[in-house]
Nanobody, 124 residues
Framework: QVQLVESGGGLVQAGGSLRLSCAAS????????MGWFRQAPGKEREFVAA????????VYADAAKGRFTISRDNAKNTLYLQMSSLNPEDTAIYYC?????????????????WGQGTQVTVSS
């Protein structure tokens, strides 16, 4: 059974940092592109960042550029999102996803596997 399990969310003050992890099990995603998305209350799920299978290509949403860094450790089958300079607008449930393909995508429907999400709350 393929599973993606996010962790690392929590409550943080504005200006703080968090590091999210997404541990995969059931199959290797070493040759699959992966990404992070988020969904705030009352809003649709939106793209945050994506990374190609070998980490050579990384794409960020405008809101994440300069503050968030996506990375992966294929040996550990784990995806990361380092977030800094957090603000209340970053409050959301953060989801990791994995694609069948190895190139990055910002499109939700391109992702075949999803985790259950981890809550990030930023207080002002």
């Amino acid at each position: 059974q393929v599973q993606l399990v996010e962790s690392g969310g929590g409550l943080v003050q504005a200006g703080g940092s968090l590091r999210l992890s997404c541990a995969a099990s059931g199959r290797s995603f070493s040759y699959n592109a992966m990404g992070w998305f988020r969904q705030a209350p009352g809003k649709e799920r939106e793209f945050v960042a994506a990374i190609s299978w070998n980490g050579s290509t990384r794409v960020y949403a405008d809101a994440a550029k300069g503050r968030f860094t996506i990375s992966r450790d294929n040996a550990k089958n784990t995806l990361y999102l380092q977030m800094s300079s957090l603000n209340p607008e970053d409050t959301a449930i953060y989801y990791c996803g994995a694609r069948l393909g190895n190139s990055v995508s910002q499109t939700i429907r391109d992702y075949s596997w999803w985790g259950q999400g981890t809550q990030v709350t930023v207080s002002s």
